[in-house]
């Protein structure tokens, strides 16, 4: 198989996404060209940059979002990584989420893709500045679900969405919970 088609599904994803956030516009454009730009994408070896993907969990009486306070950058985020290579978003975002929480059980809230997001990760190491293209999904799980952390974090903890903003400065999770909030009016 060759690299474009490796990057079809994504791309079409992105297509659907577009339908239902028409003013994420700029966004899908900027996240359409480096796709299609660059054959290895998927790579963190690609130093401008790479796709990355993530999960945005929402617990099943819909009140809290799981969040790892991340060591390397020092946020609260929703757990997520690398491809590393594996073009299919969603098991990235799934195998992620097991390694920084231990959920290894949860469905879709959403179908396709919940959010995207480009993101600046600084120079650290021998890691040169460079973006983050983040593909984030949306999922459910239990409230009896107690996360673990990782060696990845200082912290996980369910998060309830009224106070996320008193931890959480970071204006994609804030535009994700905003359309949780917005998804979860529409689904009830």
């Known amino acids: 198989m060759n690299p474009s088609d490796l990057r079809s599904p994504l791309l079409a994803q992105i297509q659907r996404y577009l339908v239902n956030n028409t003013q994420a516009q700029p966004t899908v454009d900027l996240f359409r060209e480096f796709v299609l730009n660059h054959p290895n994408c998927f790579s963190r070896e690609l130093g401008v940059g790479h796709i990355t993907a993530s999960a945005w969990v929402v617990n099943s009486t819909n009140d809290s979002v799981l969040?790892?306070?991340?060591?390397?950058?020092?946020r609260w985020l929703q757990p997520g990584g690398h491809c590393d290579g594996d073009c299919d978003t969603?098991?990235?975002?799934?195998?992620?989420?097991?390694e920084e929480s231990g959920l290894g059980t949860a469905a879709l809230l959403h179908d396709g893709i919940f959010d995207l997001d480009i993101h600046q990760i600084p120079k650290r190491g021998n890691d040169p500045e460079?973006?983050?293209?983040?593909?984030?999904?949306c999922f459910v799980a239990s409230n009896s679900f107690v996360p673990e952390?990782?060696?990845?974090?200082?912290?996980?903890?369910?998060?309830?969405?009224?106070?996320?903003?008193?931890?959480?400065?970071?204006?994609?999770?804030?535009r994700m919970a905003t359309k949780t909030n917005h998804l979860l009016r529409i689904t009830n």
């Open 149 to 174: 952390c990782s060696h990845e974090s200082n912290s996980v903890s369910w998060v309830f969405l009224a106070k996320l903003s008193a931890i959480a400065n970071d204006e994609s999770v804030l």
């Open 90 to 98: 969603l098991a990235v975002a799934r195998k992620e989420l097991l």
């Open 67 to 74: 969040l790892v306070h991340h060591k390397k950058l020092g």
């Open 130 to 137: 460079h973006l983050h293209y983040d593909v984030r999904y």
